[in-house]
């Protein structure tokens, strides 16, 4: 008998054809800064598209770093003689 565990890459599906995702459900800021950061462009206020880009980044660096934290978490690989 033997035990497996499989690790894959999910993408993010499109919300068009799903009410919500796993982006949205744990990362609602990431859209919300995103959004605001792109409308940025429409909006004559410096120092307000400068903390939407920071809220951003930060929001990013989140991701990433639990990201970072569930692949490489855990012990280490180990071979076992049978």
Partial sequence: TYTLEIDYYESIPPLATNGTNWLLDTYGDAYLY???LRAGG?????Q???????????VMKQIASEDKRARWSGSSMRVRAA
């Fill in 34 to 36: 995103g959004s605001l």
């Fill in 42 to 46: 429409y909006v004559q206020d410096p």
């Fill in 48 to 58: 307000l598209v400068a903390g939407w880009r920071d809220s951003y980044a930060i």
